[in-house]
C-alpha cells in the first residue's frame, strides 16, 4: 500500500503588482524545438510580462512550490505558479486549495461522488473531499514559472 502524502504545501505566497511594466523584445518568429532552421532577423514587438502572465492583478498572487506530488503536471519544489484568484474553478483544473487548514496545489476533479484533489505523481493518493472537511479552492493555477 502506498503511502498517503498530500504534499503540494506551499512555500511561499507573493503579492501581484500592476504598477510597473516589464517589457523585453519578442521574437517575431516561432523557434523550432527540433532540427535548426535559419533565423528570421527581425522583432514582433514588445511584449509587456506583467501584462501576459497577470491579465486580473487584483485578483492574482504569486506562490512557491514546496513538495513533488506535481511533478508530472510541470510543478516542481521551488517553481512559481500564478494564481488567478478571478477565474472559476472547474473539473481538470489545478488549484490552490485549503484542505484541513493547509494549503496545496493539486488538480481539481469532480464527479459524481463529489470533490477529489487529485496530485499528479503515482506515489501520492487523490484526496476526496468530504462534506465533514474545511475546504475552498483559492484559485486558479494559471502559469507554471521554474527554471530550466
Excluded at 488549484?95 to 476533479?109: F, N, P, S, W
Excluded at 503515482?122 to 494559471?142: A, L, N, Q, R
Amino acid at each position: 500500500m502506498k503511502n498517503i502524502k498530500t504534499d503540494g504545501t506551499i512555500k511561499a505566497i507573493y503579492g501581484a503588482r500592476s504598477d510597473k511594466k516589464l517589457s523585453r523584445p519578442l521574437l517575431g518568429a516561432r523557434i523550432p524545438a527540433g532540427f535548426p532552421s535559419p533565423a528570421q532577423d527581425y522583432l514582433e514587438g514588445s511584449l509587456d510580462l506583467n501584462e501576459y502572465l497577470v491579465p486580473h492583478p487584483a485578483s492574482t498572487f504569486f506562490v512557491r512550490v514546496e513538495g513533488y506530488s506535481m511533478i508530472k503536471a510541470g510543478i516542481f519544489p521551488d517553481d512559481i505558479l500564478v494564481v488567478d484568484r478571478s477565474l472559476e474553478p472547474v473539473s481538470g483544473k489545478i488549484v490552490m486549495a485549503v484542505y484541513d487548514g493547509e494549503l496545496t496545489i493539486k488538480r481539481l476533479v469532480i464527479d459524481s461522488q463529489g470533490y477529489w484533489l487529485k496530485p499528479e505523481n503515482d506515489d501520492y493518493e487523490p484526496i476526496f473531499v468530504g462534506k465533514e472537511m474545511d475546504f475552498v479552492v483559492w484559485g486558479v493555477v494559471c502559469w507554471v514559472i521554474h527554471k530550466v
